[in-house]
């Protein structure tokens, strides 16, 4: 029987390393995708309470957290796509300016 | 021997979530990226959730990384200064990072106390985190929830139309 805090202290770590590259990187798909490490790593501590607990209750959050994740990313895809025609940059320094 | 499995799948999500921070092609990192999200379902799958699983590789892998993968490609490649202008903001960020790491850890191995079994009692594993228990809770007790969902994905598809119509 594996330990739970190990799966607990590998959630941690991803999800540091997704803060990691929100802060590091300037391309902003790559910002996007960080987040979606994050989510993931919340996700997988959801799964690992929900093992240790013996309730099913946390997947089915995880469920409806991977369906928020998808529609998370098909609007923020689409405001990239909006943006990038606009400014002619991927680069997230480069949107310094709240008018559309 | 789960443990060892443990530790490679382990050691596997965090090599390649760290490669999709580090790596400057954003078509290598979104690979990446997908590596790491079939090694999180096989991680699920030690955990006993076989559902969440398939669902993971699904969505995730199959759904969402499309969609990204197809935006890396319609957009032109783009040059980056990777770490940013300055070399203060490392200073600032990697010891923040370090500190939130050092956090999450403490307090997992200080206050994590909880007793298994004690209260409730367990579900037997065959049927823990398979289709049908699942399905049984997801449409008797968060059946509204669930309906709730539907409405969300309807908003980001109006949204995703709306955000990319022709000006007027």
């Known amino acids: 029987m594996i330990p739970i805090k190990?799966?607990?202290?590998?959630?941690?770590?991803?999800?540091?390393?997704?803060i990691g590259g929100v802060l590091f990187r300037k391309n902003i798909i790559i910002m996007l995708m960080s987040i979606e490490i994050m989510l993931n790593a919340v996700n997988l501590a959801f799964v690992s309470f929900s093992n240790l607990l013996m309730l099913p209750k946390g997947q089915i959050f995880v469920l409806f957290?991977?369906?928020v994740a998808a529609a998370e990313v098909v609007v923020g895809l689409s405001i990239i796509v909006s943006i990038f025609h606009k400014k002619e940059s991927m680069d997230a320094d480069d949107m310094n300016v709240l008018k559309g | 021997?789960?443990?060892?499995?443990?530790?490679?799948?382990?050691?596997m999500a965090v090599v390649t979530a760290?490669?999709?921070?580090?790596?400057?092609?954003?078509?290598?990192?979104?690979?990446?990226?997908?590596?790491?999200?079939?090694?999180?379902?096989?991680?699920?799958?030690?955990?006993?959730a076989e559902?969440?699983?398939?669902?993971?590789?699904?969505?995730?892998?199959?759904?969402?990384?499309?969609?990204?993968?197809?935006?890396?490609?319609?957009?032109?490649?783009?040059?980056?200064?990777?770490?940013?202008?300055?070399?203060?903001?490392?200073?600032?960020?990697?010891?923040?990072?370090?500190?939130l790491l050092f956090e999450i850890i403490y307090v997992l191995y200080s206050g994590l106390t909880i007793d298994i079994g004690k209260n409730m009692p367990p579900l037997s594993f065959e049927k823990?985190?398979?289709?049908?228990?699942?399905?049984?809770?997801?449409?008797?007790?968060?059946?509204?929830?669930?309906?709730?969902?539907?409405?969300?994905?309807?908003?980001?598809?109006?949204?995703?139309?709306?955000?990319?119509?022709?000006?007027?």
Do not use: C, W
Not at chain 2, 27 to 35: E, G, L, P, T
Not at chain 2, 77 to 98: A, Q, T, Y
């Open chain 1, 6 to 18: 190990l799966y607990l202290i590998l959630s941690g770590v991803l999800f540091v390393i997704g």
């Open chain 1, 65 to 67: 957290s991977i369906t």
């Open chain 2, 1 to 11: 021997m789960g443990l060892i499995i443990f530790l490679i799948l382990g050691i």
């Open chain 2, 18 to 48: 760290s490669g999709v921070v580090i790596e400057k092609r954003p078509v290598y990192s979104a690979i990446y990226f997908i590596v790491n999200l079939i090694t999180l379902s096989l991680i699920y799958l030690t955990l006993h």
């Open chain 2, 51 to 99: 559902f969440l699983a398939v669902v993971q590789v699904l969505i995730y892998a199959g759904a969402v990384m499309v969609l990204f993968l197809f935006m890396i490609m319609i957009m032109p490649p783009v040059v980056e200064n990777r770490f940013g202008k300055i070399n203060l903001e490392k200073f600032i960020i990697i010891p923040l990072l370090l500190i």
């Open chain 2, 128 to 168: 823990f985190g398979g289709i049908a228990s699942l399905g049984q809770i997801l449409f008797k007790r968060y059946l509204v929830p669930f309906e709730i969902t539907s409405l969300i994905l309807l908003v980001a598809v109006i949204g995703a139309v709306y955000l990319r119509r022709p000006d007027q």
